[in-house]
């Protein structure tokens, strides 16, 4: 983790450590007694104001995501938790951030694939359903109820063998078990 302690009125840099220069690329000298405005850190100055704003009402803060500019120039992301501190009768920010830009891309891209898997399951030709290993539906497609002659709303939480004529409850049955199965192997 990033560890840096600055001035709360303008973010002079006093100290930071060696998580801070190799998740920012600034070294200590590069930094210390210059202000975060000088070295151009903050990638929207707006998250240092919320940063101070939150400080001197609450006196710390706990995950706030900021974006924040590498000395290469790129973007990352940050989860920051800081308190106030006083140094020599001035108040200053101890700060802990964790550069957390591959958990949001990943949510990003989580967030795409979920997309397309709806719309895929959503417009697709054939009838189908996701259904807990209880024979519970919790989703179907608009193909699924064309074919039955159901709404969304009706087949959504009954019961798959509500549905299964009763000579294939059986068979259907053994069907999901063994789906079940292969997906724990």
Not at 13 to 31: H, I, K, M, P, R
Not at 164 to 171: E, K, S
Request: aromatic share 6%; proline share 2%; net charge negative.
């Amino acid at each position: 983790a990033a560890v840096n302690i600055n001035r709360l009125e303008d973010g002079l840099y006093l100290e930071v450590n060696q998580g801070f220069t190799e998740t920012t690329g600034y070294t200590a000298s590069d930094v210390i007694g210059k202000t975060s405005s000088e070295i151009n850190i903050w990638a929207d100055q707006k998250d240092r104001q919320e940063l101070v704003r939150i400080l001197k009402q609450d006196g710390k803060v706990n995950n706030l995501h900021a974006k924040f500019r590498k000395k290469n120039g790129n973007v990352i992301d940050g989860l920051m938790s800081a308190s106030l501190i006083t140094l020599e009768n001035v108040p200053h920010i101890i700060n802990i951030t964790r550069d957390i830009s591959n958990i949001i891309q990943a949510r990003d891209e989580l967030k795409k694939s979920e997309i397309l898997f709806r719309k895929a399951f959503e417009n697709s030709a054939s009838g189908m359903t996701i259904t807990l290993p209880t024979g519970e539906i919790i989703q179907v497609n608009s193909k699924f109820c064309e074919m039955l002659g159901y709404t969304i709303e009706e087949l959504k939480h009954t019961n798959f063998n509500n549905i299964t004529h009763p000579d294939d409850r059986a068979i259907t049955s053994e069907a999901i078990k063994n789906m079940v199965n292969e997906q724990k192997e």
